[in-house]
């Protein structure tokens, strides 16, 4: 068994709250399916199974777990052989943005994403994610496509990278920072390695700056992570064509880490045909974060989706 170290964040009020529209259904209803985008760990999706499982009204319904990490899916498919093939699970390993038809071919009544990287994904030095392991420049979360944060640095102008760095890490010193990994590639090529790339950065970054409380590389991987992987147009095409395939009176349930992806969920929520649930977003209590550390930045938004006025459902029709 491959162990996951990832856990998983505010997974009573994601659960409460894509269980409700299954709750409201009577017993003679056809099985629904909630979708899990972002399987990582399997710390979601083993919750929701395993409230699906303890209540024998709900026992009849179906997960599909998705995530573009050929590892998180092979972890998975070990940690869940039961549910698998007892036909309570499925797995498929895809981008979220590119699941829209998985989700409108079956009747969906719940669907989370949890954005980002997982733990997992953080602490293997050989996907190169962490400034604090030496590991090859990767940061794919999908290694076996796209280019590597590698070739991505190999061939950006100076100016994108320094509008990557400035948007996605809402890194203060992006200009400098930009032109040292531009001369840096001039005279030695692209950074290699985690380690190289960081100390490109801490010694871009004023003097004053490099041994504050946060390392002065989290931002410039954090933008370069995010550029790499497309994640704000995956969490587009999520937005505006998965959620979708949600049935009228499901929920959508999406846990957020940056600034710019919660404005875009904020926002979706806010658009017909969705309403969000509360009017602010969700995050961990002390407590939570006290366990956690990553948890201190997570925003969760829940929305349900309203009944389909055309198709007359007065009840929200997640029958
Ligand atoms: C924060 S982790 C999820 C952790 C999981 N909820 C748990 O409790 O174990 C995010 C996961 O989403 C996956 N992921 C990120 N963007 C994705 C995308 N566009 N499509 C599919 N999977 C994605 C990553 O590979 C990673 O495994």
Known sequence: MINTVHIPILVEPIIDALLAPLRALSEEADPQWLVDCTLGGGGHTAALLA???????????????????????????????????????????????????????????????????????????ARGFSFQTEGPLDMRLDPSRGQSAREFLSRIPERELEEVLSKYGEERFSRRIAGAIVEHRR??????????????????????????????????????????????????????????????????????????????????????????????????????????PRARSAKLRIAERQPDESAGEPNGGAS
Request: aromatic share 4%; net charge positive; hydrophobic share 40%.
């Open 187 to 292: 005279k030695h090529g692209p950074p290699s390695t985690t380690r190289e790339l960081s100390d490109v950065v801490v010694r871009a970054v004023p003097p004053n700056m490099r041994h504050g409380r946060i390392h002065a590389a989290t931002r410039t991987f954090q933008a370069i992570r995010i550029a790499v992987n497309e994640e704000l147009e995956e969490l587009d095409c999520l937005l505006k064509r998965v959620i979708l395939g949600v049935k009228p009176g499901g929920r959508v349930a999406i846990l957020s880490f940056h600034s710019l992806e919660d404005r875009m969920v904020k926002h979706a929520f806010r658009s017909a045909p969705f309403k969000p649930l509360h009017k602010k977003p969700i995050e961990a209590d002390d407590e939570e974060v006290r366990r956690n």
């Open 51 to 125: 409230a699906l499982a303890s209540d024998p009204k709900l026992r009849r319904h179906k997960l599909l777990s998705i995530d573009r990490d050929p590892s998180a899916i092979a972890r998975a498919a070990e940690r869940f052989e039961t549910e698998l093939s007892a036909g309570r699970l499925e797995i498929v390993h895809s981008p979220f943005g590119s699941a829209a038809d998985l989700v409108r071919s079956r009747p969906v009544a719940g669907l989370m994403a949890d954005l980002g990287f997982s733990s997992d994904q953080m602490n293997d030095p």
